[in-house]
């Protein structure tokens, strides 16, 4: 069997795919159930019936590319990724699991490879928070780690509830169908650019991904006392927006105190009012991020989150409530896939170096249920989620390659252990 990516293809449709957005190039903004969301959707289920593919979607929209193996009643093999992306974003955040894992399966149909067990390409929905709030939605529903209440519960900035978004968009039925069955996948990969400098620092082309870091989510709410920002005394004032500074350099702290590089923790959002500048602050909305692959660790950073609230609170006489928005579990990849992504590398003669996932991605939420594990490949100066983010057509054949002989490989075996 020989395998061959064809790297210019890939590219090319990695091209195209970025330039359907809702903003121009070389910005890529396409948010879940919008119009360039649907029509990604749509080139992306276009190529996969080209290459002979099998394409069915669930409630949630949700897309699987079926190559049917020799025995089609057995597990399948799964890769994927997602193709929604925040707004002001790159072209290669998810998109390179969805389109290198066509070119994946493309280059063992060249090659004459047959697989036993099928193998199957997974576009996610609404991998990105950035409508409704909470990220991998769909994987999360395919986990069954979501209630199908949420489609009613989750709702955008405008009102509009989740169930509408995906009606109107044509995904339609019941949310709890979307739950995949018992031992549907025997394993389960998804390729990534790093988002990260590591790789790109090291040299290494590949990364295999051993642990998945895991995101708890705050919402902090201050109430104050407003006034003019001339006839408020000092000693007089109850300002929310300085009780959260405070709190997010708390934050800060608290991240760096366990003394752990893997430890990480963001305030990435600060709403003010009433935004005047010559008015005190009388409200403050901020949300923070804490991350780590060791849970244990990260909900010690968040206890002493929370300490350190109350003790603002108090000082600066103001009202505060904490609000959890997640707190996932991290997740380790079963050992097994692990191997076999690190007997593809050797395969081939690329060197490659075991790493953590400190992003999230829908592995994280595929691996309570399959055994999961990850592939990086380096992007530029680590940058992502902006619109310089770039992998090289060679970063990105070499990540393909490697994923198509792992997929060989897993669709060949009778049994995955379980994953850790």
Not at 306 to 326: F, G, H, K, S, W
Not at 376 to 389: N, V
Request: some cysteine; hydrophobic content about 40%.
């Amino acid at each position: 069997m020989k395998l061959e990516v064809d790297q210019s293809r890939l590219a090319q449709e990695l091209e195209t795919l970025g330039g359907i957005s809702e903003a121009p190039s070389p910005v890529t903004t396409r948010v879940v159930f919008t119009e360039a969301d649907l029509r990604g959707r749509a080139f992306v289920k276009q190529l996969c019936r080209e290459a002979g593919l099998v394409v069915r979607e669930d409630a949630v929209g949700n897309a699987f590319a079926r190559w049917v193996g020799t025995e089609p009643d057995l597990p399948a093999v799964g890769t994927g990724s997602h193709i929604d992306a925040i707004p002001n974003a790159g072209r290669y955040d998810g998109t390179v699991g969805v389109l290198g894992g066509l070119e994946a399966i493309r280059a063992l149909q060249r090659s004459g490879f047959r697989p036993r067990r099928s193998i199957e390409l997974l576009t996610f929905t609404s991998e990105e928070p950035t409508r409704f709030g909470i990220g991998c939605l769909g994987s999360r529903l395919l986990g069954g780690l979501l209630d199908a209440s949420v489609g009613e519960q989750l709702k955008d900035k405008n009102g509009t509830s989740l169930d509408d978004a995906r009606t109107h968009a044509g995904f339609t039925g019941p949310l709890s169908d979307v739950r995949l069955p018992k031992d549907y996948y025997s394993a389960f990969v998804e390729l990534h650019i790093e988002q990260g400098p590591i790789l790109e620092a090291r040299q290494f082309p590949i990364g295999v991904v051993t642990a998945i870091a895991a995101p708890a989510s705050l919402r902090i709410s201050i109430e104050g006392e407003g006034g003019h920002a001339g006839a408020v005394l000092m000693p007089d004032r109850r300002d929310a927006f300085l009780a959260a500074a405070e709190i997010a350099l708390a934050v800060e702290s608290a991240a760096r105190s366990t003394g752990a590089e893997d430890t990480v923790a963001t305030v990435g959002v600060c709403d003010v009012f009433p935004g005047a500048v010559n008015s005190i602050p009388s409200r403050v909305r901020i949300e923070l991020d804490v991350r780590d692959i060791d849970q244990s660790r990260r909900d010690g950073v968040l206890r002493k989150i929370a300490e350190t609230c109350d003790e603002v609170a108090r000082r600066r006489r103001v009202t505060l409530r904490i609000q959890p928005l997640n707190a996932d579990p991290p997740a380790h990849c079963a050992p097994a896939v692990v191997n076999v992504l690190s007997e593809a590398c050797e395969t081939h003669g690329f060197g490659f170096m075991y790493m953590i996932s400190r992003a999230y991605h829908d592995s994280l939420f595929l691996s309570r249920i399959v055994p999961t594990a990850m592939l990086f490949i380096p992007c530029r100066s680590g940058f992502s989620h902006r619109p310089d983010e770039y992998a090289s057509p060679e970063a990105i054949g070499y990540g393909t390659l490697v994923l198509a002989e792992a997929l060989a490989r897993l669709s060949g075996q009778d049994v995955i252990v379980n994953h850790a």
